[in-house]
């Protein structure tokens, strides 16, 4: 049995938003779902990143198949149907995962490849995480070399070149509409990292007027202070409504916010003025039943794809050049994880070594008759050091093995063979990756 790192679930590119959806995970749900996964599933660490694109889980279990068995106990606690999620979902484990993560990170997993905002999103992820006692020394060492790697693709490369995101293609798609916005009324409704980054872009575009609407009027007037806008509160969401010609919905609420009923007499008092929305949360704020209604167009974050496509094929050569990047830190840290994995089999190794020159000396001692205490502990470091020499070079050449590979040989291969020749426990590498991640916290964490 071995301890495997592992990725596992949906995102933008193998499930619909209907489905993200009901995935979504709210920050007061993260700790329970965490301690429910880790008992139901097994797991020795994890972590759970819910965006509007993804709902991912990564962490360390017992055996590489447990990605199955991850996915139908997190259908379980979402109530979903396990067959239904596992036709959308993705399972990748050891090198694997740890690409998927440290692209995830670097914004080359993103909607829009480059977009600033998942950095953040995984970061808190994982503080959360951390703060849910569930990351251990595995999860820790991955995630501050993703960061560092996803720092890296920023400072290294132009992938990031324009700002890009979800928020600024909504308004590339407005403006494929509208031509220029200068004479457009924008609602933003809400006052989130979102709903902040989309108000901003409709601000640089030249919106001749941009009002916020949000539950909390503090939020609120602070969003539509920074973007020389004004504030409305919640309940003049069907007034703001009809005055709009545009409205970005990206609310934390847990089911759609507009529907056909509320919509219907706000398109009447338009006068078939054209209404254009664009919902980028997750869950949904608007129901797609309202462009059932004459004058309404709606796009979610799934029907800005063939923007973000475009803005993919510009991107492509510095993706190219953040991938190199992202291959040399997945080295990194599976050179790590391999000397890692190794590090208690040199121990018993060594104590191996020490308990047999101990056995003989004792043996021998009787022997020898009368010798002086300096004498006896001459002969003691003398077989000590025998050991030493004789273990020297193995062990050596398994680190070597285990980080680069030498002469056909990888570290597994002479981890399994020293195992056989010694008669050393067999699951000591394995048994040390479960105490370790039973313990979180014991490892300093590292920055990137």
């Known amino acids: 049995m071995s301890a495997e790192l592992f990725a596992v679930g949906v995102n933008h590119k193998n499930a619909p938003v209907q489905l993200r959806e009901r995935l979504a995970v709210s920050e007061d749900q993260h700790g329970a779902l965490l301690r429910?996964?880790?008992?139901?599933?097994?797991?020795?660490?994890?972590?759970?990143?819910?965006?509007?694109?993804?709902?991912?889980?990564?962490?360390?279990?017992?055996?590489?198949?447990?990605?199955?068995?991850?996915?139908?106990?997190?259908?379980?606690?979402?109530?979903?149907?396990?067959?239904?999620?596992?036709?959308?979902?993705?399972?990748?484990?050891?090198?694997?995962?740890?690409?998927?993560?440290?692209?995830?990170?670097?914004?080359?997993?993103?909607?829009?490849?480059?977009?600033?905002?998942?950095?953040?999103?995984?970061?808190?992820?994982?503080?959360?995480?951390?703060?849910?006692?569930?990351?251990?020394?595995?999860?820790?060492?991955?995630?501050?070399?993703?960061?560092?790697?996803a720092k890296r693709v920023r400072t290294e490369t132009e992938i990031a070149r324009g700002g890009a995101s979800v928020p600024s293609v909504a308004v590339d798609l407005a403006r494929s509409i509208f031509g220029e916005l200068a004479g457009c009324a924008v609602l933003v409704i809400g006052a989130g990292e979102m709903a902040e980054q989309a108000a901003l872009h409709m601000q640089a575009a030249g919106a001749a007027e941009i009002v916020v609407l949000n539950r909390s009027a503090p939020r609120g007037e602070a969003l539509a202070a920074k973007v020389d806008g004004r504030y409305e509160p919640w309940d003049r969401l069907v007034q703001q409504l009809s005055r709009a010609d545009i409205a970005v919905a990206s609310t934390a609420a847990p089911q759609a916010i507009i529907d056909r009923k509320l919509l219907k007499p706000v398109m009447k008092s338009r006068r078939h003025r054209p209404l254009f929305l664009v919902d980028i949360a997750v869950p949904r704020d608007i129901d797609t039943n309202v462009t059932r209604l004459e004058d309404v167009f709606l796009y979610n974050v799934d029907d800005l794809q063939g923007i973000v496509n475009d803005n993919l094929r510009s991107r492509r050569g510095e993706a190219d050049k953040a991938d190199a990047l992202v291959d040399e830190e997945v080295a990194s840290f599976s050179s790590w994880l391999r000397s890692r994995a190794i590090g208690p089999l040199m121990g018993q190794l060594q104590t191996h070594g020490?308990?047999?020159?101990?056995?003989?000396?004792?043996?021998?001692?009787?022997?020898?008759?009368?010798?002086?205490?300096?004498?006896?502990?001459?002969?003691?470091?003398?077989?000590?050091?025998?050991?030493?020499?004789?273990l020297h070079k193995p062990m050596v050449n398994l680190r070597k093995a285990s980080s680069e590979g030498i002469s056909g040989f990888d570290g597994a291969t002479l981890a399994e063979a020293l195992q056989v020749l010694f008669e050393l426990g067999g699951e000591a590498p394995a048994a040390a990756v479960a105490d370790e991640a039973e313990t979180p916290g014991t490892t300093e964490r590292r920055t990137a």
């Open 36 to 149: 429910a996964l880790r008992e139901h599933a097994g797991l020795h660490e994890a972590m759970i990143v819910s965006t509007c694109n993804r709902v991912e889980i990564y962490g360390v279990a017992p055996a590489a198949e447990v990605g199955e068995v991850v996915i139908d106990v997190f259908a379980s606690l979402c109530t979903l149907d396990a067959a239904e999620l596992r036709e959308h979902s993705f399972h990748r484990s050891t090198a694997d995962a740890v690409r998927h993560i440290f692209r995830v990170a670097s914004s080359l997993e993103s909607l829009v490849v480059g977009e600033p905002q998942i950095l953040g999103q995984v970061k808190s992820s994982f503080g959360r995480a951390r703060e849910s006692g569930a990351v251990g020394p595995v999860l820790d060492r991955c995630l501050s070399l993703a960061f560092k790697c």
């Open 354 to 390: 020490r308990d047999v020159a101990a056995a003989e000396v004792a043996r021998l001692m009787p022997k020898l008759g009368e010798l002086s205490s300096q004498q006896q502990q001459q002969v003691q470091h003398l077989a000590r050091q025998v050991v030493q020499k004789l």
